[in-house]
T-cell receptor, first 113, second 115 residues
């Protein structure tokens, strides 16, 4: 069965420090992976995706993610966190053979001033 | 580009009534739209996949007679919650698939409260 896991419910980081939000996946076929961010009472905003190509993917707002096939991971990173990055982050994987996504349980990022 | 809107953003209805939520792709044609439900502090649960001109495909455990989905045009899908109950209160989010096949663009969500 295909799945995606976000092992941390919450991540706290000081402003200016690097941040990492973890995601691991289990899929059939080649993985199509996505990161989205959600602010309170809002829909999801696209950050970045991995379909094929370079393992390091750069996205919106200075975020990047590294695809690691051997570890089946797709961790979200940012070199220097901002207080405004505080939000709920979702990792998603495409269900093989469909256009549907499976979402992880979400990680709440809190950047402390 | 690739903007998806939802209307209304918030709705309060009485138990037993029906409520309709609209999802529109504003600047692209969406052959496929998806409806999700999000519980507080929880992930998104896919309810159904909606294809223009055909019946929606519902995920296991989702009552198709309770959550009616219509995708009448390439830019509009509607979700009607029929005979709403307080347990239907939730945040409903739609998304649409545009030309790039594996990306979904999400609407801002609709907060439904059933009293």
């Amino acid at each position: 069965a295909q799945s995606v896991a976000q092992p941390e419910d919450q991540v706290n980081v000081a402003e200016g420090n690097p941040l990492t939000v973890k995601c691991t996946y289990s899929v059939s076929g080649n993985p199509y992976l996505f990161w989205y961010v959600q602010y309170p009472n809002r829909g999801l905003q696209f950050l970045l995706k991995y379909i094929t190509g370079d393992n390091l993917v750069k996205g919106s707002y200075g975020f990047e993610a590294e695809f690691n096939k051997s570890q089946t991971s797709f961790h979200l990173k940012k070199p220097s966190a901002l207080v405004s990055d505080s939000a709920l982050y979702f990792c998603a994987v495409r269900v093989y053979g469909t256009y549907k996504y499976i979402f992880g349980t979400g990680t709440r990022l809190k950047v402390l001033a | 580009g690739a903007v998806v809107s939802q209307h209304p953003s918030r709705v309060i209805c009485k138990s037993g009534t029906s409520v309709k939520i609209e999802c529109r792709s504003l600047d692209f044609q969406a052959t496929t739209m998806f409806w999700y439900r999000q519980f507080p502090k929880k992930s998104l649960m896919l309810m159904a996949t909606s294809n223009e001109g055909s019946k929606a495909t519902y995920e296991q455990g989702v009552e198709k007679d309770k959550f009616l989905i219509n995708h009448a045009s390439l830019t509009l899908s509607t979700l009607t919650v029929t005979s709403a109950h307080p347990e239907d209160s939730s945040f409903y989010i739609c998304s649409a698939r545009a030309g790039t096949p594996y990306e979904q663009y999400f609407g801002p969500g609709t907060r439904l409260t059933v009293t």
